[in-house]
């Protein structure tokens, strides 16, 4: 199972592009849009409420392969490092993958327990335009170089064991949140742009 989590607020295409080229690549038989509660990292000022960002989710998803769940709130976890855990504990013969953008990747040192995190499942980095370099330079890429798989070697990251995770070269697509929500308010300095490829 993928999981990819976030705040969908609102989700958009450039979800359900990362979640079909993720089970596509990675060999997933799902991919869960894992809406959260409320992101640590966040503000909570713009933040939609959790029913109307679910709601967004489920327009996306296909129900079958692409699922969107608020299943972060019925465990009653907010980190992520809490949240594998539970996933763990409630689903003890799935293997997970936890899908992240490279601007998590980048940050990811600021999340709780980021280490822990790490060895509680594998995990994959799709592209995000401006972020890719930066990330692949960062610490958390860094310190886990030597866990980080050939591109070639990702159809079998789901069946390995933490901490393995690779990056996933793939077409990229522009769509943001933070764009879509200032189209919305009628702010245009945040547009999105033509997708192109990252390797």
């Known amino acids: 199972m993928g999981v990819l989590g976030g705040s969908f607020n609102p989700a958009h ?60 709130r019925g465990l009653g976890t907010r980190y992520t490092v809490d949240t594998l855990a539970a996933l763990r504990t409630r689903f003890p013969r799935a293997r997970f993958v936890w899908l992240m953008g490279a601007d998590n990747l980048e ?55 933490p901490p393995r995770w690779g990056f996933v070269p793939a077409p990229q697509n522009a769509a943001s949140a933070t764009a879509i929500r200032a189209a919305l308010s009628g702010d245009r300095r945040h547009r999105p742009q033509a997708a192109h490829a990252a390797r």
């Open 13 to 72: 295409q450039g979800h359900l592009h990362v979640a079909r080229i993720a089970r596509r690549r990675l060999r997933l038989h799902q991919v869960w849009l894992l809406v959260s509660p409320g992101n640590p990292l966040k503000p909570r000022a713009g933040m939609a409420p959790f029913a109307e960002r679910l709601a967004s989710a489920r327009r996306i998803a296909d129900g079958r392969r692409v699922i969107a769940t608020g299943l972060e």
């Open 107 to 161: 940050q990811l040192p600021r999340w709780r327990c980021w280490m822990r995190i790490v060895t509680q499942a594998t995990f994959a980095v799709l592209p995000r335009p401006t972020y890719n370099h930066r990330a692949l330079a960062g610490l958390a890429a860094r310190r886990l170089r030597r866990s980080r798989l050939r591109s070639e070697a990702l159809p079998v990251l789901a069946a390995l064991d």
